[in-house]
């Protein structure tokens, strides 16, 4: 019995040593096998410490919630971006399911390159190309009820593009044979073509409604508009073009006749005119007032305000830069400035003969008169409204305007009693009026009391209400445009 009690004791101690020797060689053999799989004997210094530094980058780029933490094996928080919710959603996911992991499983996970949310990247990228299309189609569908092309076969329609439309052209360069440019304005989308390769017959007309851009101020060219006319008028009939406007540079003694043909009031296509000059022809009903706008024909640019041409004292009280007619007001304008020897503390530059194009340093010439006087002179010539108003303008200048009807048949004092500028009148301009330039060295006197910052004040408002003039008279095109075409379809 004792024999048997101490082999069964001895056969319990071998077997336990048997299961020691067993449990040790797994813990010190077995996993040095492994090692090369990524065990932690095989991270242990050389790649434990890579591993956490890309597995804390990873976790650094993942949203953040404002509202919301995640906490894993390193607490982090998930930040939403707003524009793409869907795809962050799915960052979220595989950011949870990262931090969830340990060091090591991170980086086996890293090094096979595993993304756990594949299936579902391709289709949330399907779902969101699919919802932006809708999202696009479903805002143009909402937004635009009418396309209208401009056909800009004068200098003004630079002016109605670049200065009130505040549209871009491609190609920039001012030379360039063909131009063209896209701007929204209200419900309308405007595509916008100019340049001299623009010719009739010789362009794909790519929508119903038109705005025509003429110039009508001589002979010469009111056969070249004429011929645009009849190019319309062939669309017309042929049912290529349904709605035609024109915008005129009219003749500066308002002798437009020529154009009568046309309208449709007389018979004609043309719906509305929007006419250049105080034509005794606008009613605000079919016929419209359009200002004269800056020299684009002499590139004159786009001015964007700046600091110093707010805040600067100006070293001139007035400029004037222009041609003297004889026996003109501007002549009896340079002789009162002589007079008083306000010709000295003025920027002016007289020529007997008018040139139709600028050099490059007349134009700096020019600008720089604008940019350094506080006020500018502003004489009437052939016609009271001029270039140099809306140029004295563009430079915080306070236009001295010459307040007299000129010769023709421009204005009609019975009827409208601001007459002449009544556009500009009626919008409130903040310009200087005068009867005579005797007025001027009163004018000046007081000129040379105003401190600084009263100018700098002035300069805001004129600035101001430059482009508020610009942005309404923008708007009020369009809706003028929308209520006529948009209508006529309707009916």
């Not at 200098?155 to 929204?184: M, N």
């Not at 405007?190 to 409604?209: C, E, K, L, M, Q």
């Not at 920027?347 to 340093?361: C, D, G, I, K, L």
Request: net charge positive; charged share 20%.
């Amino acid at each position: 019995m004792r024999l048997t009690r101490k082999r069964l004791c001895s056969f319990l101690i071998a077997l336990y040593c048997l299961f020691s020797l067993y449990a040790a060689y797994h813990v010190f053999f077995g996993r040095r096998r492994q090692a090369p799989a990524g065990s932690p004997r095989g991270l242990r210094k050389g790649a434990v410490a890579p591993a956490l530094e890309r597995r804390g980058r990873d976790l650094t780029r993942c949203p953040r919630s404002p509202s919301q933490g995640v906490t894993g094996a390193n607490a982090f928080q998930i930040r939403v971006k707003m524009q793409d919710v869907v795809s962050n959603a799915r960052d979220l996911r595989e950011c949870s399911w990262k931090a969830s992991k340990s060091p090591q499983e991170q980086f086996t996970l890293e090094s096979e390159e595993w993304n756990p949310w594949e299936g579902d990247e391709k289709n949330e990228q399907q779902y969101r190309f699919k919802t932006s299309l809708q999202v696009l189609n479903k805002s143009t569908k909402g937004k635009i009820d009418l396309s209208v092309q401009i056909w800009g076969k004068a200098a003004i329609g630079l002016y109605l593009w670049e200065h009130i439309f505040e549209g871009l052209l491609d190609p920039s360069d001012v030379t360039a044979q063909w131009r063209e440019g896209k701007s929204i304005v209200g419900r309308t989308q405007y595509s916008f073509i100019t340049g001299p390769a623009v010719i009739p017959g010789y362009f794909s007309v790519d929508v119903n409604n038109v705005v025509l851009i003429l110039n009508g101020r001589e002979k010469a060219k009111i056969f070249y508009a004429t011929q645009w006319l009849l190019y319309a008028q062939n669309l017309v009939q042929i049912q290529k073009l349904q709605h035609l406007a024109v915008v005129l540079l009219g003749n500066e003694h308002c002798n437009n006749e020529w154009i009568n043909p046309f309208l449709k009031r007389n018979g004609g296509f043309v719906e509305l005119l929007f006419i250049i000059y105080d034509s005794p022809w606008i009613n605000d009903v079919d016929v419209f007032q359009w200002p004269l706008g800056v020299a684009t024909y002499r590139n004159f640019p786009v001015v964007e305000a700046s600091w110093s041409m707010l805040h600067d004292e100006r070293p001139y009280l007035c400029n004037f830069l222009g041609t003297i007619y004889e026996n003109s007001s501007r002549q009896a304008l340079m002789n009162i400035l002589k007079k008083d020897g306000n010709d000295k503390l003025c920027w002016v530059s007289a020529r007997e003969h008018w040139q139709p194009q600028e050099t490059n340093e007349s134009l700096k010439n020019y600008q720089d008169a604008l940019l350094q006087s506080d006020l500018t002179l502003c004489p009437v010539g052939v016609n009271t409204e001029c270039y140099r108003i809306y140029e004295a303008c563009s430079y915080g200048s306070i236009p001295v305007v010459e307040d007299v009807m000129t010769a023709g048949s421009c204005g009609n004092t019975s009827v409208h009693h601001s007459a002449p500028l009544q556009l500009l009148k009626s919008m409130g301009a903040p310009f200087i009026f005068i009867k005579n330039w005797k007025e001027l060295p009163a004018v000046l006197e007081k000129e040379k009391t105003i401190i600084l910052q009263e100018k700098i004040e002035r300069r805001k408002m004129l600035l101001q209400w430059y482009q508020h003039f610009k942005a309404e008279l923008k708007m009020k095109f369009s809706n003028i445009l929308e209520s006529s075409f948009l209508m006529k379809n309707k009916s």
